[in-house]
C-alpha cells in the first residue's frame, strides 16, 4: 500500500519542496497558509476526530493524550485565539515503529502530566485519512510516526517551531518540547502584552464612549424635560392670557349692555297709577336697599334682572353673573319668562341680589 501511494505523495512534496523555495518558510505556515485541509462541517469533523480516537484506543489502549476533538483547521484557529501552541501528531499502521511509539511514547504518563502543563493542544491524525494526509503534504512530513509543533507567531499567523521525524521516546521529547517552548515564551508573553495592551485600550474606550453615552443621554434627558417644561409653561401663559382676553371681553359685554339697558330700560310706573303694581324691594350685594314699581301682569322676571343690572352691584365683579332671589320663601327666580305676578312677586315682595357661585 505504502508503494503505491509513493509516486501521488512524491510528486506532491516535490511540489512543496518547490513552493518552499520561492516562498517563505513562515508564510507557508502562517495562520493562513497553514489551514489547507478541506472543509468539514460541524458533524463531519466531530464524527473524523471520534472515529481517530475510537480507532487508536482500539488498537494503542486508553492512555493516550487528550487528542483535540475536532479539524486541524479549528485547532489552529484555537491556538491562535487563546495564544498555545499545537503539538500534531502523524502516524500510520503501515510504519513499523508506529505501534511501540503510540503504547510507549504517547502512553507515558510524565508525557500526559507535561502536555496539561504546557496547556498544549494536541491534534492526531491517520494519514490514511484524508485530512491527514492533506496534513502531512503541508507539513513535509517524510517520515513516521512525525510531530510538528506549531507556535502563534504575532496575533494572526501560526510557525512550525520544531520538528520529529521517527521514533522518539517520552523523555526526549519532553525535553525537546521544553527547549523550544522556551523560545516560545518570550513570544507569546509579547504577543499577551500587546494583546492585553490593545484589550485595555479597547475596555478603556468602551469605558469612555459609555460615559459620553451615558452624559449625551443624560444631557438629552435633561433638554427634553426643559423643552417640556418651558412648552407646559408657554401653555399655561397661553392659556391664562386666553382667560384674560375672554374675562376681558366679557366684561366689555356687559359694560356694554349695561349702557345699553339703562337707555331702553321701561320707565316706572307712576305712582298715582296702583292698578296691576307690583312693589318689589331689593337689597343689593352692597347693602343698599331699592324699591322699584311695576305692572305686574305685564312685567317679568326678565325685566326685573334688567333693572338690577343696571345698578352698582359691587363687591360682585362686573364680568360675574348675578342671580334674584325671593327671601320668602326663598326661591331663586330661575323662570325668567314668567311674569311678575306669576312669579309670585304681586303686590309685594322683598328680593335680594347674590352672586352665582362659579362651581355649581
Excluded at 77 to 93: A, Q
Excluded at 259 to 264: K, S, V, Y
Excluded at 269 to 290: E, F, N, Q, V, Y
Aim: charged letters at 30%.
Amino acid at each position: 500500500m505504502q508503494t503505491l501511494l509513493y509516486p501521488a505523495t512524491l510528486a506532491v512534496r516535490i511540489v512543496w519542496v518547490l513552493l518552499s523555495t520561492i516562498f517563505p518558510f513562515s508564510l507557508l505556515f502562517s495562520s493562513r497558509s497553514a489551514l489547507p485541509a478541506p472543509p468539514h462541517s460541524a458533524r463531519d469533523s466531530q464524527s473524523t476526530a471520534a472515529r481517530f480516537l475510537l480507532d487508536y484506543e482500539a488498537k494503542y489502549g486508553e492512555e493516550h493524550p487528550a487528542f483535540f476533538q475536532g479539524t486541524y483547521s479549528q485547532a489552529l484557529e484555537v491556538c491562535k485565539r487563546e495564544l498555545r501552541c499545537l503539538l500534531v501528531i502523524l502516524h500510520s499502521d503501515e510504519h513499523d515503529d508506529t505501534e511501540s511509539f503510540c503504547r510507549d511514547t504517547l502512553a507515558s504518563p510524565s508525557l500526559h502530566q507535561f502536555l496539561r502543563e504546557k496547556r498544549l493542544v494536541v491534534w492526531g491524525g491517520d494519514i490514511r485519512e484524508s485530512e491527514g494526509f492533506v496534513v502531512s503534504n503541508t507539513l513535509l512530513a517524510t517520515r513516521y510516526p512525525f510531530m510538528a509543533l506549531i507556535a502563534p507567531q504575532g496575533s494572526t499567523r501560526m510557525v512550525v517551531v520544531e520538528r520529529f521525524e521517527g521514533p522518539v521516546s517520552d523523555t526526549a521529547l519532553k525535553t525537546a518540547l521544553q527547549v523550544s517552548l522556551t523560545r516560545v515564551d518570550a513570544v507569546l508573553r509579547a504577543v499577551r502584552d500587546d494583546r492585553e495592551r490593545h484589550e485595555q485600550v479597547r475596555t478603556l474606550r468602551e469605558q469612555q464612549d459609555e460615559a459620553y453615552n451615558a452624559s449625551l443621554r443624560a444631557d438629552q434627558e435633561k433638554a427634553r424635560k426643559a423643552q417640556e417644561e418651558a412648552t407646559r409653561v408657554e401653555k399655561e401663559k397661553e392659556l391664562e392670557q386666553q382667560k384674560l382676553r375672554e374675562l376681558e371681553n366679557k366684561r366689555e359685554a356687559k359694560r356694554l349692555r349695561k349702557i345699553e339697558l339703562q337707555q331702553t330700560l321701561k320707565d316706572e310706573p307712576d305712582a298715582s297709577d296702583s292698578t296691576d303694581i307690583a312693589k318689589i324691594g331689593i337689597r343689593l350685594p352692597g347693602g343698599d336697599r331699592l324699591t322699584r314699581r311695576f305692572k305686574a301682569s305685564i312685567a317679568t322676571v326678565q325685566d326685573l334682572y334688567d333693572y338690577v343690572e343696571t345698578q352698582d352691584l359691587t363687591p360682585i365683579m362686573l364680568e360675574s353673573d348675578f342671580e334674584v332671589i325671593n327671601t320668602y320663601p326663598r326661591k331663586v327666580l330661575s323662570d325668567r319668562a314668567q311674569t311678575l305676578k306669576d312669579a309670585g312677586l304681586y303686590p309685594s315682595a322683598s328680593v335680594m341680589v347674590e352672586e352665582v357661585d362659579p362651581d355649581e
